[in-house]
C-alpha cells in the first residue's frame, strides 16, 4: 500500500514516529534528539 509516509517505527522514549533517514537509520521527523539537549519539543 503506501510505503514511504509510513512511520519506520516509534521512538521508544518519547513514543515519537520515526523515519528512515539516507542513511537508512531511524530518526526523528523533526529534529535528531540529544540525549543530553533540553527536550524543547512539544508532545
Ligand atoms: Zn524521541
Given at each position: 500500500?503506501?510505503?514511504?509516509?509510513?512511520?519506520?517505527e516509534f521512538c521508544d522514549d518519547?513514543?515519537?514516529?520515526l523515519y528512515p533517514n539516507t542513511?537508512?537509520?531511524?530518526?526523528?521527523?523533526?529534529?535528531?534528539?540529544?540525549?543530553?539537549?533540553?527536550?524543547?519539543?512539544?508532545?
Amino acid at each position: 500500500m503506501h510505503g514511504q509516509r509510513f512511520p519506520f517505527e516509534f521512538c521508544d522514549d518519547c513514543g515519537a514516529p520515526l523515519y528512515p533517514n539516507t542513511e537508512g537509520e531511524t530518526v526523528h521527523a523533526e529534529l535528531p534528539e540529544q540525549s543530553n539537549a533540553p527536550s524543547q519539543t512539544l508532545h
